[in-house]
């Protein structure tokens, strides 16, 4: 039986999910984990592919949800797509520039959700920090 973080944190994925397709995003996969981490959300925009990063905090306090994805929490995110695009053969695509990609973080907490479009990625980081 799930314990209630984890409870917790299952109402929130479904939140910004459903909050992403109401959006126009569509669904892909959910928890698709690799050893060097796991992917919360894939959605598609378009032809692109969004993989999100999906934040649970009870209180807003030490900045909230947004600002629990840490530069590691990045790195392993980074690394988690590369893998799933190299299990699905979308990185060739990638690399020759047919797949379009990127990150979005959405903060789930009692006073509402804020979804971070490209929040961040390789080159840019739209939280604060270079994420490489």
């Known amino acids: ?71 590691s929490k990045r790195q392993r995110l980074i690394r988690a797509a590369q893998c799933y695009l190299a299990a699905t053969h979308l990185g060739r695509d990638r690399m020759a520039g047919l797949v379009a990609a990127r990150f979005d973080v959405v903060g789930v907490e009692p006073e509402g959700l804020v979804w971070v479009p490209n929040a961040f990625g390789l080159d840019h980081d739209a939280l604060g920090v270079r994420s490489l």
């Open 1 to 71: 039986m799930p314990s209630r973080q984890q409870l917790r944190g299952l109402w929130a994925q479904q939140r910004a999910k459903d909050h992403l397709v109401s959006q126009g995003l569509r669904f892909i996969a959910e928890n698709v984990g690799y050893r060097c981490g796991e992917l919360d959300l894939i959605m598609a925009d378009g032809d692109g592919l969004v993989f999100v990063e999906v934040r649970w905090r009870l209180s807003s306090r030490f900045g909230g949800a947004l600002a629990s994805v840490t530069r």
